[in-house]
């Protein structure tokens, strides 16, 4: 792997993952709170969708690894949403557990759809 496209990673890394760590610190109220954890997953599948869908960079260049695999990549956390449905779970919340799971692929989905969309309609 080419120095310049590890550090292109390593940089939107750490982005992403500052950005993630604030918004969760800020907005996850409790454990059956989590919209901190939510809206990360959610502007990240969006962000992804719209990089992908308007072709940013070429597939394969340091900018596309940087916000794809770099900076959507730790922005977004599929170990803290598996760690919070398991403390809803752990409390005896299965309801709110599998809810906010499915609330989160669909949402996500979406957002990566949309995204995916915005990206082919301005810049292709």
């Known amino acids: 792997m080419r120095l310049s496209l590890m550090a292109g990673i390593g940089l939107g ?6 950005m993630r760590h604030w918004m969760q610190r800020t907005l996850n109220y409790s454990i059956f709170s989590p ?43 599929f170990s803290s949403i598996t ?9 005896g919340e299965m309801l709110r557990a599998v809810g906010y799971a499915l609330f989160t692929f669909i949402l ?11 990206g082919v309609r301005f810049f292709r």
Do not use: D, P, Q
Request: charged residues 5%.
């Open 13 to 18: 890394a750490v982005a992403g993952a500052l």
């Open 35 to 77: 919209f901190g954890t939510l809206l990360v997953n959610i502007i990240g599948s969006a962000a992804l969708g719209f990089i992908v869908g308007g072709r940013f960079f070429g597939s394969g260049s340091v900018g596309h690894y940087a916000l794809t695999a770099g900076f959507c990549g730790s922005l977004t956390t």
């Open 83 to 91: 760690l919070e449905v398991f403390e809803m779970i752990r409390v």
């Open 108 to 118: 996500g989905m979406l957002g990566l759809i949309g995204g995916y969309w915005l």
